[in-house]
């Protein structure tokens, strides 16, 4: 099974969910559904790379420190991006992904993320599958 996400209702807010074979696949179909909050992900060229680690003390703890370093690297090379390669060992993740500065006219951002929370934060094993969710304050 490919690797997919989805977003979910929350009032004021943004769920994020993302669904993989592996913790590390989960992990990058939530940085998708993400920033498919912000923008359409078939808008966005995966020209420029950028390598992001973060740390967590089990799997919640690393999808909130993951999607907040996300969003970091967004608001700060003011980028989106679309596609993300994560590896995960022990309790480390380094990632990269790709993406292209922000073009407002032809991206056409629909909110602007300004982070993580842990409403609803949550990752589990289905089977075989990984999901990992939460939501996202915009």
Known sequence: MAGRWEHFSHEADVGVRGIGSSLAEALA?????????VV?????RPQLSVEIQCAGRDAEDL?????NAVIYE???????FNRFDVQIENSQLRA???GEPVSPDRHEPAVELKGETFTALRVRREDDRW????????
Not at 63 to 67: E, I
Not at 74 to 80: D, E, G, K, N, Q
Not at 131 to 138: F, L, P
């Open 131 to 138: 999901a990992a969710e939460c939501v996202v304050d915009v």
């Open 74 to 80: 967004m608001a700060t090379r003011r980028m989106l």
């Open 96 to 98: 990269v992904a790709w």
């Open 63 to 67: 999808l909130y420190a993951w999607l």
């Open 40 to 44: 359409d992900l078939d808008s966005v």
């Open 29 to 37: 179909q939530a940085a998708r559904a993400m920033t498919g909050a």
